[in-house]
């Protein structure tokens, strides 16, 4: 089926009918975000799963029973999708979500808030690449075509939630001041154990070392891609074909230099330091 035929439109987005409603779209709108709220603000396959682990975790302080008992979408929900609406009541303040939404398209009550922002960036050409292969896994997702195909997709922002270039800038707001912490999906690859105690630092969690340890074993690719309430195991393959490709598919940081040419890094180099504008990333783009 075609993107139009899977996806309905919003502010110009196209997002997935599968997950997304008028009906959710509207919840979104009229949600009542509370002082204690947290919520990780992510592009798509930018390390929204990953968020999902982590702040329950550090909320919790360390107690595994939420991500050993609860599926990663009811347990800290998008605020966007169909499920908020029907797990809502049973979320307990602190209340966590995610969302991929831009700054723009919160509601606002977000804005007459005091609810604390996690946003994670992820270098671009590893969005590309996982972005590709969850279009294969996904059957509500339109066919992704060739690698080069859906390369000229994402640029043009014909994917859903639009332009990689527009979301990173839509949240650097000025206006946000210490609402907002900004850390990469490299850095916390790179040493999970000093990002777990940037981000409880953050959400004012003075937790001991060994419960941050804890929390950084419980969060790893391999704990995770083995856990039923993370790995999207519990999804039916009408919808999510695994055998296409694992939802958890490498949870690295740098496959794309296996899948891109040097025309294709030119390519989008070019496009995404134009848009960029000056804007500037936390790491090279080349």
Not at 71 to 76: A, E, H, K, Y
Not at 133 to 159: I, N, R, S, V
Not at 197 to 221: D, H, M, P, T
Request: hydrophobic residues 40%; proline residues 6%; charged residues 25%.
């Amino acid at each position: 089926m075609s993107r139009d035929e899977l996806s309905l439109q919003y502010h110009g987005l196209f997002l997935p009918k599968e997950t997304h409603s008028q009906d959710s779209l509207k919840f979104a709108e009229d949600f009542k975000f509370e002082d204690s709220d947290v919520i990780a603000v992510t592009f798509p396959k930018s390390g929204t799963v990953w968020m999902q682990e982590i702040l329950p975790l550090i909320l919790n302080e360390g107690d595994l029973t939420p991500v050993q008992t609860i599926p990663n979408w009811d347990r800290v929900p998008w605020l966007e999708e169909t499920r908020l609406a029907l797990v809502m009541d049973q979320l307990k303040s602190p209340r966590a979500l995610v969302t991929h939404f831009l700054y723009d398209l919160m509601p606002a009550s977000f804005h007459q808030s005091k609810a604390k922002i996690i946003y994670v960036m992820r270098n671009p050409k590893d969005v590309i690449v996982s972005f590709y292969y969850f279009h294969q896994m996904a059957a509500f997702l339109e066919d992704p075509g060739t690698f080069d195909e859906f390369l000229d997709k994402f640029l043009d922002g014909k994917l859903a939630f639009g332009k990689w270039t527009d979301h990173v800038k839509s949240w650097r707001k000025p206006e946000l001041g210490d609402r907002i912490l900004y850390i990469t999906y490299e850095e916390m690859k790179e040493d999970l154990p000093t990002a777990l105690r940037k981000i409880s630092r953050f959400l004012g969690k003075n937790l001991r070392e060994e419960v941050i340890q804890k929390i950084a074993e419980n969060c790893s690719f391999t704990v995770m891609k083995n856990n039923p309430m993370s790995n999207f195991s519990l999804v039916p393959k009408v919808y999510m074909d695994s055998d296409k490709s694992p939802f958890l598919r490498k949870g690295v940081a740098g496959d794309w230099k296996n899948h891109f040419t040097s025309e294709q890094l030119s390519h989008l180099n070019s496009v995404i330091t134009k848009e960029l504008d000056g804007f500037t990333l936390p790491w090279s783009l080349n």
